[in-house]
């Protein structure tokens, strides 16, 4: 048996309940989007006209004690928690409610905003610098000796250069008006050029360990194609399966929804 009967504000949230071998299972509709498993203090104040979210994770079913007069989660328990909802079971008849916390929305600090853009504008100047010297040694007047490593150096500056612009423009969505999906698409390139540079920087430890330890004279260039597929083909594969997964649970691994 089971039925539905409305919340106290009367509108569009509704409560499922029904009658289980083992007790009342109650389905509580969320008055606030919850997302999170703790709570976060997010550094932004809230926009007009939105509501603070609560915490996924904090969702605890409790039921009124009439011997104690406050709400105890004695003989309840979470059965499941979404963003919408939250299903609890409970082993006898009563008043039942779900407590969830809410996460902090503290505002920004503007110590954090100008050493994040200060700092990100100086990494970004050094790295021009860096692939200007690089670019200019292998193409014009030899600077800088063309071994492999220069190379593999100068992809990696590239690739910190793409991370570092990404993060400086699209770090705070509300700062451009940056739409969900932009964040998102954002997030997975960040994900992606991050992991080269990783890649980039191994494939430069593996070949200076060559040079140390096997062949001081080597050219460090017989690995080249291999090297390019390690680079960009295994940070590809990661990404991939990463939002494969996230996608098959039914959530994002790149979508930040409180922010």
Not at 183 to 198: E, K, N
Not at 216 to 223: H, I, L, M, P, T
Request: glycine letters at 8%; proline letters at 2%; aromatic letters at 10%.
């Amino acid at each position: 048996m089971s039925f539905a009967f409305g919340t106290l504000d009367g509108l569009r949230e509704t409560t499922g309940v029904n009658f289980t071998g083992e007790g009342v299972r109650i389905t509580f509709q969320h008055t606030v989007e919850a997302w999170g498993q703790d709570r976060t203090e997010l550094r932004r104040k809230l926009n007009h006209g939105e509501a603070p979210k609560a915490v996924m994770g904090s969702a605890v079913c409790v039921s009124w004690s009439e011997t104690s007069f406050k709400w105890s989660p004695d003989d309840c328990r979470r059965i499941s928690s979404h963003p919408d909802r939250t299903v609890c079971e409970c082993r006898r008849l009563g008043a039942f409610a779900v407590l969830m916390d809410l996460h902090g929305y503290v505002g920004r600090s503007a110590v954090l905003e100008i050493m994040t853009w200060a700092l990100c504008t100086l990494s970004i100047v050094c790295l021009l610098l860096t692939i200007t010297v690089l670019l200019y040694s292998r193409f014009g007047k030899q600077l800088l000796s063309k071994h492999r490593r220069n190379d593999l150096t100068l992809n990696l500056s590239i690739s910190l250069l793409v991370a570092k612009l990404l993060i400086l423009f699209t770090m705070d969505k509300h700062v451009l008006h940056l739409r969900d999906e932009v964040c998102c698409s954002a997030a997975i390139v960040l994900h992606y050029v991050l992991l080269v540079a990783f890649a980039w920087m191994a494939l430069e430890g593996i070949l200076l360990a060559r040079l140390v330890f096997f062949d001081v004279f080597a050219s460090g260039r017989e690995y080249a194609g291999l090297e390019w597929i390690g680079a960009l083909g295994v940070p590809a594969i990661i990404v991939g399966v990463t939002y494969g997964v996230s996608f098959g649970r039914g959530d994002s691994a790149y979508r930040n929804d409180g922010l």
